[in-house]
C-alpha cells in the first residue's frame, strides 16, 4: 500500500493485492493524534474490510480525528452509513478541512 502525508492528513491508497488480514487491526503505528486519515479504494474491497474499518473509525474517533473513505464506485449501503465516503480525493479534503473547522470551533 502506498502511503502520502499532506497537510496533516495521511492518505493511504490502497492495494487490494498487497493488503494482509486484518491490516488495519494489526498495523496501528500510522495512526497518531496530529493526522486525519483518508483511504482510496475500490467498492469490492470496501466491502471484504468492513469490519476492519468499523475498528479504524472507533481508533480514530479517540484521536478526535477525521477518517474520510474515497470510493468512485460506491454502491450506497446502510451499513457504510458513518463513514464519510466520497468518489474523489478533492472532496475528501475538502471534508477533512470542514471537520478541522468545525473541531476549532467546538474547542473555542
Known amino acids: 500500500m502506498k502511503n ?27 495512526l497518531n493524534k496530529k493526522n486525519d486519515l483518508i483511504i482510496i479504494i475500490n467498492n469490492d474491497f470496501l466491502n471484504f474490510i468492513y469490519s ?23 454502491i450506497n449501503s446502510s451499513k457504510f452509513e458513518q463513514f464519510k465516503i466520497t468518489p474523489t480525493l478533492q472532496e475528501a479534503k475538502d471534508l477533512i478541512q470542514f471537520d478541522r473547522i468545525e473541531r476549532d470551533i467546538y474547542k473555542l
Open 4 to 30: 502520502e502525508i499532506l497537510d496533516n492528513t495521511l492518505i493511504i491508497f490502497f492495494d487490494q493485492n498487497e493488503y494482509q488480514e486484518n491490516f488495519f487491526g494489526k498495523n496501528t503505528t500510522f
Open 52 to 74: 476492519e474499518l468499523l475498528i479504524l473509525y472507533k481508533k480514530i474517533k479517540e484521536f478526535n480525528k477525521s477518517l474520510v473513505i474515497v470510493c468512485n464506485d460506491f
